[in-house]
């Protein structure tokens, strides 16, 4: 048995640009803990040609939900078998997106015997996310996200830590970000509900800078 209750384990819940990919490295920076991007993982899938990948493709890019099933087994395979999560935590990014993960998840990491501390809500206006979306720019190995006018690369679109080149993601496009923002409100936003009532929830202004956002997620968590 090394898990390791003391470690930060958290969720980061927001809406498609909300910050959520921006903040996680400063948190696995500070804590160590482990950066689970379900987002990412089923990128690095699409990459990697896999037949799931393939069929994840064509979900994402008309900004619809990949099945509870396979995002389910995906994170319980993570929670279980990755040392760093169970030794260090993990901040989940991008899950759990419905109420069943929500569940699901509750389920596992009681089966690990180390409950969530904190469900961190990053709140912003959907106004605000269009421009945020379509001016974003990523590094897919990482998934270290910048943006052309608010968080620009060191250098013209190359990542700041290996300098390899960054991409724009095939789904932010003004029409898969509609049906994105409208999967967040439908399916997502009821597990903010769902947090509150188990007393772990927390809501940040994300329409704040980076560096404010960063300044209260470190607050809410107590440091
Ligand atoms: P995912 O990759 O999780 O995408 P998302 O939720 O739409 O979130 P984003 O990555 O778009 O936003 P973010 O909050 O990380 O924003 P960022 O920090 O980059 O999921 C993609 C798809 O995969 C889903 O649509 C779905 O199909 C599928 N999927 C994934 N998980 C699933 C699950 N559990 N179940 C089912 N399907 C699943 O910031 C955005 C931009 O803004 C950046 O350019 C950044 O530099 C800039 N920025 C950030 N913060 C600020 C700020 N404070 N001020 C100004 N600019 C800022």
Known sequence: ENNNNSALRMVLIGPPGAGKGTQAPNLVNKFGAYHLSTGDMLRAQVSQGTPLGAEAKKIMDKGGL????????????ELSTNPVCQKSGFILDGFPRTIPQAEKLDEM???LKTPLQKAVELKVDD???VSR???RLIHPASGRSYHKMFNPPKQDMKDDVTGEPLIQRSDDNAEALKKRLDSYHKQTEPIVDYYKKKNIWAGIDAAQNPTKVWGDIIKCLGF
């Open 66 to 77: 990949v099945s509870d099933e396979i995002m389910v087994g995906m994170i319980k395979n």
């Open 109 to 111: 990491l009681q089966d």
């Open 127 to 129: 106004e605000l996310l």
């Open 133 to 135: 979306i379509t001016g």
